[in-house]
T-cell receptor
Framework: EAGVAQSPRYKIIEKRQSVAFWCNPI?????LYWYQQILGQGPKLLIQ????????DSQLPKDRFSAERLKGVDSTLKIQPAKLEDSAVYLC????????????FGPGTRLTVL | LAKTTQPISMDSYEGQEVNITCSHN???????ITWYQQFPSQGPRFIIQ???TKVTNEVASLFIPADRKSSTLSLPRVSLSDTAVYYC?????????????FGQGTELSVKP
């Protein structure tokens, strides 16, 4: 079974530039999550989708971050404009949903903002 | 969601049993206890989940006392490849996939 795919794996940009990350969840998984993991900390949930609807985006900095999952499958997370403190690993995860506990994580995208 | 407290780091040697204890004094009736493992440059990976008493799978055991205010992840006979960060999470599965709140985790270092 193919896992969660993310691209790119690494990205270096300058502050005030924009960047986008892509995630393709495991086939059939209704729930998709984006996390931000700053070095030395645990992952922090940014946004959770159930199919193509947003379930929770309470910790998403909406002035600069946006995410979409148009057809209920793959998803894109965008940052515009980026700040130095956005340097982190951005993890995508998916689960079957409906209360199932196990989330499957992708390898992440490491973003460096200079 | 209940807050969890676990040691920041632990050291062990190959072949030993490792027990990582997590405190969650404010756990709610509907909350489950879940442990994830994260290797460097990888996303977290589900290890085990339980509600009460003991749960065992091919990787680990999870011990939960009757009051459920703490839990212990037990890794039998660790190897160098078990060096990783281990996260204890407590939360309601929810109706739409559940929500995970990660703490800082326990960095386990296994030495030869």
């Amino acid at each position: 079974e193919a896992g969660v795919a993310q691209s790119p794996r690494y990205k270096i940009i300058e502050k005030r530039q924009s960047v986008a990350f892509w995630c393709n969840p495991i086939s059939g998984h209704a729930t998709l999550y984006w996390y931000q993991q700053i070095l030395g900390q645990g992952p922090k949930l940014l946004i959770q989708f159930q199919n193509n609807g947003v379930v929770d985006d309470s910790q998403l900095p909406k002035d600069r971050f946006s995410a979409e999952r148009l057809k209920g499958v793959d998803s894109t997370l965008k940052i515009q404009p980026a700040k130095l403190e956005d340097s982190a690993v951005y993890l995508c995860a998916s689960s079957l949903g409906s209360g199932l506990p196990e989330q499957f994580f992708g390898p992440g995208t490491r973003l460096t903002v200079l | 969601l209940a807050k969890t407290t676990q040691p920041i780091s632990m050291d062990s040697y190959e072949g030993q049993e490792v027990n990582i204890t997590c405190s969650h004094n404010n756990i709610a009736t509907n909350d489950y206890i879940t442990w994830y493992q994260q290797f460097p440059s990888q996303g977290p990976r589900f290890i085990i989940q339980g509600y009460k008493t003991k749960v065992t799978n091919e990787v680990a055991s999870l011990f939960i006392p009757a009051d459920r205010k703490s839990s212990t992840l037990s890794l039998p006979r660790v190897s160098l490849s078990d060096t990783a960060v281990y996260y204890c999470l407590v939360g309601d599965r929810g109706n739409q996939g559940g929500k995970l709140i990660f703490g800082q985790g326990t960095e386990l270092s296994v030495k030869p």
